[in-house]
């Protein structure tokens, strides 16, 4: 579980995340939403020990994370760039990974597996699209098996297919009873995965509950999330559609 309490990072006299309160469980994929610039990306580097609060607290399991024993086997994170080395191949990247955490080598293998990179193991990361580099930083945040899976921008560039992909393997991850956060800008995509959702603006929390619940009053989710946010109905917001789909671990056509 995910537990984040009063949480308040400045940057100067810019107040970026501001005394946000809000809980991810197990078992469900929580939305974490707002507007570019509206404090997700400090609320997660701060979650996951990168960054320090200047008020209240970010806990993994009822810990801050740099008080996790074993923290890859309670948290894993998918952030923006896996910083996967370009000439090395997929398997050695994980294999580093996996030895400086002390999991073991059997891990690279199943990972690898899972995301649908079984075939791309011994290929060298620069040949990699975009795609298949998101799936491997997913391999690299399942290494340890963790409980908690943090998501930061997730589909941002992928194709269709990849969109499609990355919504069924994340449904999955939470149909194991895991928590998961996964934090976007896409209002539409996010309503279309989401048991629960967390909108904030300006580093405050704007709303909170089921997509349902988040849109009532509204003629749908994202009219709710421009009323909410203050944002016009007609910006470009980029915001997108999932396509429909199954099969949580398929390879795709993302190459």
Avoid: C
Avoid at 17 to 23: E, N, P, Q, S, W
Avoid at 72 to 93: K, M, S
């Amino acid at each position: 579980m995910i537990e984040i309490r009063g949480l308040t990072r400045r940057f100067g006299a810019r107040t970026a995340v501001d005394g946000l309160t809000f809980t991810a469980r197990p078992g469900q994929v929580t939305g974490f939403l707002g507007p570019n610039g509206a404090g997700k990306s400090t609320t997660l580097r701060v979650l996951l020990g990168l960054d320090r609060a200047d008020g209240g607290t970010a806990l993994i399991d009822g810990r801050p994370y740099t008080e996790l024993r074993r923290p890859a086997t309670a948290v894993g994170a998918q952030l923006d760039g896996g910083g996967a080395h370009p000439a090395r191949t997929a398997r050695a990247h994980l294999g580093w990974i996996a030895r400086a955490n002390g999991l073991p080598a059997s891990r690279v293998g199943e990972v690898l597996e899972g995301v649908g990179l079984g075939g791309a193991a011994r290929a060298r990361v620069r040949t990699f699209s975009l795609g298949m580099g998101r799936r491997l930083d997913l391999a690299a945040a399942l290494l340890g098996d963790p409980g908690v899976l943090v998501m930061d921008e997730p589909v941002n560039g992928l194709d269709p297919e990849g969109i499609r992909w990355v919504r069924s393997f994340t449904r999955a991850l939470a149909d194991e009873g895991r928590t998961v956060l996964l934090s976007s800008h896409f209002m539409g995509e996010i309503a279309r995965i989401a048991d629960h959702l967390v909108v904030i603006d300006g580093g405050r929390l704007v709303a909170e509950g089921r997509p349902d619940e988040v849109a009532a009053g509204h003629a749908s989710l994202e009219d709710a999330f421009f009323a909410l946010t203050g944002r016009p109905g007609g910006a470009d917001t980029g915001f997108g559609r999932w396509p429909g789909g199954s099969g949580a671990a398929r390879g795709g056509g993302e190459r």
